[in-house]
Every structure is written in structure tokens, then in C-alpha cells.
């Protein structure tokens, strides 16, 4: 869906510009500027304010990137889980190091803070889905859903 299309859906919703920065993220996977350009004008507020928003959320990316975003936590628990072993087998497994996308745009890999999962160090999210207890063995498994 376009994000024109997009964005006109949440135009009279209360909050509607948080609402359809998560949905044109889900369809692109990131929040292409011609989209906070266009949210701007249509919530009618300063495209700085809109800008501000984008940039606000640690969750919103305005850099494009891959459409299934990887996140892995390096809080402490996960560090001392393995994390680090785990980063490794990704890297090695998709050919690009933390913080970059595929070239055929499919994965992203980031960074992010505890999940809130620490009962199951190490955690991983794809997109939204968190996996856990993961260990290097696990991750061409974990990759073959989203290939
Ligand atoms: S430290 Fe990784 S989920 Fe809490």
C-alpha cells in the first residue's frame, strides 16, 4: 500500500501520526522522508514536528533498511548469555555486520536493549517475534522462516 494511502487512513484517528508511522514502518520496514513530508501536511503540523516524532522512537527508522529487522539485545544478561556469539553466527550467515542491510533488502541487523526476556538470554527479535535461548546452532533455522 502506498503510504499516501497509508497515512490518509489514520488522518482522523486521535494520535493518528504515531499510528501511521507504525503501519507505513511495517509496509517498508522504515519511514521513507517523502512519508513524514506528506504526514506533516496532512496532520498539519510543522514537518520539524513530524520529523521529531519519526526520530523520537528508538522503534521508527528514517534510514532505509532491510524489511526483516533483526534486532539482538546487548543488555548484560544477553552479553553474558552469549550474545556475542550470536551477533557472530548472524554476521557470518548474511554477509553484513551489525547495524546493515542485506543487499537484496531482505534483513536488517540491529542492536536494542532488553526485551524484557531475560528468563531466556539470549534473545533475538525478527520483526516483532522474539526468539530464545538462541544460539549460533539456532540461527539458519531461525533465518530460513523469513528466506
Ligand atoms: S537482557 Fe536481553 S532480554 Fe533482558
Redesign the pocket.
Known amino acids: 500500500m502506498a503510504y499516501q494511502e497509508i497515512i490518509a487512513k489514520f488522518a482522523d484517528v486521535p494520535g493518528g501520526m504515531i499510528e501511521a508511522f507504525h503501519a507505513i514502518q511495517d509496509e517498508y520496514a522504515y519511514l521513507p522522508e517523502e512519508a513524514i513530508i506528506e504526514a506533516a501536511k496532512v496532520f498539519s503540523v510543522p514537518t520539524a514536528e513530524a520529523y521529531g516524532v519519526a526520530t523520537f522512537y528508538s522503534y521508527f527508522s528514517v534510514k532505509a533498511r532491510g524489511k526483516n529487522v533483526i534486532r539482538i539485545?546487548e543488555?548484560?544478561?544477553?552479553?553474558i548469555a552469549g550474545?556475542a556469539e550470536v551477533v557472530a553466527a548472524l554476521e557470518r550467515e548474511l554477509g553484513i555486520s551489525m547495524g546493515n542491510s542485506t543487499a537484496d533488502g531482505r534483513f536488517a541487523l540491529e542492536f536494542t536493549e532488553?526485551?524484557?526476556?531475560?528468563q531466556a538470554?539470549?534473545?533475538i527479535t525478527i520483526n516483532c517475534k522474539p526468539y530464545f535461548d538462541v544460539t549460533p546452532a539456532k540461527v539458519t533455522d531461525i533465518l530460513a522462516e523469513y528466506k
Not at 532488553?114 to 531475560?118: A, K, L, M, W
Open positions: 539485545c543488555s548484560a544478561p544477553c552479553h550474545a532488553c526485551v524484557g526476556q531475560c538470554t539470549p534473545v
